[in-house]
């Protein structure tokens, strides 16, 4: 039987490589619907191979060619997200637009193989919990959190996380290096091919501190338990240690297509894209060392913000967000993302167990705030 999917975000870097493992798959899988902001030509071809039943734009098109029902907003991704007829649902869009989505298809008892990592840095307690209530399945797309989940076979046995990270463009550079960086370096990750504000937030490191929130909510693994490992070659995505200290690693060439075809076909697995065949020998050397927290503070930060809990993670993310926003738009540097998304990040006081309204408020609020202290030329911070 065709398994049914929809792909949040199918015009982006992880939704076009959904339907690159979509279309090899063949017979498989059949697109129900597919959804961009506004890259509305890619979509056209998208519709015209694919044929979803439906799509999705940010806002009104009259450009879409090739499908009659077409939807525009929150409130079309939402519709998307009720419709039961999809076994699965990609959440692949960025940024916060992901979390109601997500939660319209938990709520409609739809799997949900998530990409989106900001859905659980904003309302891991959340998502997670009602995920449980009704039975869905959260399948990660994230490669590190892929690699986890393919490791463990009882969570209840595994004592640590070891989360591996590249380092990023900047892994051996200074403070000033990284101050005079110009966008196109920050853009050149040395493994990743990503959309950019995720490639942004690996060069400063805050990719791995979501990504720490992330696996704490996916495997409910206490913060304390949860290490991160610079591994420059990103062959091995990640590891657990049992608590018998036995360590088990998921390795690879790195590919986004292995992790999203993982996680759309779970809980079979089939060849598909199949990753270049893996050779140690091939494989010079692997190395590792500990993060360098200094020069990049980020990891701290998220660290704190995932132990302080409620709605610490969601200012967070938002004030990085609009930070690596302005990087992008040249008016602040590489560094300054840390240093604003850290002073506006200090000055919030978490409300305790918010609801998805309140995170909303939080997120909104934050925003102004760093978009404020952005325009103000950002003459408080001592750089
Ligand atoms: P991209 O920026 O490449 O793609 C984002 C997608 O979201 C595009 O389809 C875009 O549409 C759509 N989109 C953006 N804004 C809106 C909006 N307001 N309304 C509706 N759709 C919107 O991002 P990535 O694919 O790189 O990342 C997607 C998510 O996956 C992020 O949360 C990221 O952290 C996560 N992730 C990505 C990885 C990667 O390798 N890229 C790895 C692990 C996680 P359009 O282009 O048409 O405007
Ligand atoms: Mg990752």
Redo the contacts with the bound molecule.
């Keep these: 039987m065709r398994k049914k999917i929809s792909i949040l975000?199918?015009?982006?870097?992880?939704?076009r490589q959904a339907l690159e493992v979509v279309e090899r798959l063949g017979d498989r899988f059949e697109i129900i619907s597919l959804?961009?902001?506004?890259?509305i030509d890619?979509?056209n071809e998208q519709i015209a191979k694919f044929k979803p039943k439906s799509v999705c734009v940010?806002a009104n098109s009259d450009k879409i060619i090739g499908c009659k029902h077409i939807l525009s907003g929150m409130s079309g991704?939402e519709e998307i997200c009720s419709n039961t007829e999809n076994d699965i649902i990609l959440v692949?869009?960025?940024?916060q637009?992901?979390l109601k989505p997500t939660i319209t298809a938990i709520k409609n008892h739809i799997n949900v193989a998530l990409?989106?990592?900001?859905t659980l840095v904003m309302a891991g307690d959340i998502v997670m919990k009602l995920a449980k209530e009704n039975g869905v399945k959260i399948i990660p797309?994230?490669?590190e959190h892929c690699a986890i989940h393919q490791c463990i076979k009882d969570i209840s046995q595994v004592s640590k996380l070891i989360i591996t990270a590249s380092g990023g463009p900047f892994l051996n550079k200074t403070i000033d290096d990284i101050k005079s960086a110009p966008v196109e370096d920050a853009l050149a990750h040395p493994r990743?091919n990503?959309?950019?504000?995720?490639t942004v937030d690996s060069a400063t490191l805050m990719n791995k501190g979501l990504e720490v929130i992330e696996a704490h909510h996916l495997f409910g693994m206490p913060y304390e338990n949860i290490e991160v490992v610079i591994h420059p070659q990103s062959i091995v995505h990640s590891a657990i240690e049992y608590i018998d200290g036995s360590v088990i690693a998921q390795l690879g060439l790195p590919s986004?297509h292995i992790p999203i075809q993982y996680a759309i076909c779970y809980p079979e697995r089939f060849e598909g894209i199949k990753s270049k065949s893996f050779s140690f020998s091939d494989i010079a050397r692997l190395d590792f060392s500990s993060p360098d927290y200094e020069r990049f503070g980020f990891l701290n930060l998220a660290y704190s913000a995932g132990k302080t809990g409620g709605s610490a993670p969601a200012a967070m993310n938002v004030a990085d967000e609009e930070a690596v926003f302005a990087f992008l738009d040249g008016k602040i540097n590489l560094f300054e993302i840390y240093q604003i998304t850290e002073k506006i990040y200090s000055s919030h006081i978490p409300i305790k167990n918010p609801s998805i309204d309140e995170i909303f408020e939080v997120d909104k609020e934050i925003r102004e705030k760093t978009k404020e202290l952005i325009n103000r030329g950002c003459e408080c911070l001592s750089i």
């Design positions: 975000g199918s015009t982006g870097s992880i939704g959804t961009a902001g506004g890259n890619l979509l940010s991704l692949a869009v960025s940024g637009i992901g990409a989106n990592k900001e797309v994230d490669s990743w990503m959309g950019k504000k995720i986004m």
